[in-house]
C-alpha cells in the first residue's frame, strides 16, 4: 500500500513558475513509477508527465515539455514537479500516482492516487 499527500499548488500569473511536489510513504514507493496527471472539471483526467523508479528517465506529455520538469528524491520519498512559463490552460488540479510504467500515459496504468493540489494561473 502507498499513500500520496501533494503539497505545493497555489495561484500564480501567466509566465510564473510553481513547484509542486509529492510525498510518498509505504514500503514499497521506491519501486514505483511516479507520474502527474491534471484535470480540470468536466473533462478527463490527463497525463503531464512521469519518472521511472530509479528517477533516470522521464516522460513528458507533448504540452509540457520544455516548460516542466519532473524529478525524485528517493531518500526522501518524494516526487516534484517544477512548472515554468506557466499558461492558463495549465490551470487544474495536479495529482500524483504511483504505478506505471513511466511511458504508460494512461490512468488506468496507475494504482495509488494522492488527493490532488489546485494550480491556478490567472492572466
Known amino acids: 500500500q502507498v499513500q500520496l499527500v501533494e503539497t505545493g499548488g497555489g495561484l500564480v500569473q501567466v509566465g510564473g513558475s510553481l513547484r509542486v511536489s509529492c510525498a510518498g510513504s509505504?514500503?514499497?514507493?521506491?519501486?514505483?513509477?511516479m507520474g502527474w496527471f491534471r484535470q480540470v472539471p468536466g473533462k478527463e483526467r490527463e497525463f503531464v508527465a512521469a519518472?521511472?523508479?530509479?528517477?533516470?528517465?522521464?516522460y513528458y506529455d507533448d504540452s509540457v515539455k520544455g516548460r516542466f520538469t519532473i524529478s525524485r528524491d528517493s531518500a526522501k520519498n518524494t516526487v516534484s514537479m517544477q512548472m515554468n512559463s506557466l499558461k492558463p490552460e495549465d490551470t487544474a488540479v495536479y495529482s500524483c500516482?504511483?504505478?506505471?510504467?513511466?511511458?504508460?500515459?494512461?490512468?488506468?496504468?496507475?494504482?495509488?492516487w494522492g488527493q490532488g493540489t489546485q494550480v491556478t494561473v490567472s492572466s
Open positions: 500516482a504511483a504505478g506505471g510504467p513511466h511511458t504508460d500515459c494512461s490512468v488506468s496504468a496507475y494504482s495509488y
Open positions: 509505504g514500503s514499497t514507493f521506491s519501486a514505483y513509477d
Open positions: 519518472v521511472s523508479w530509479s528517477g533516470s528517465d522521464t
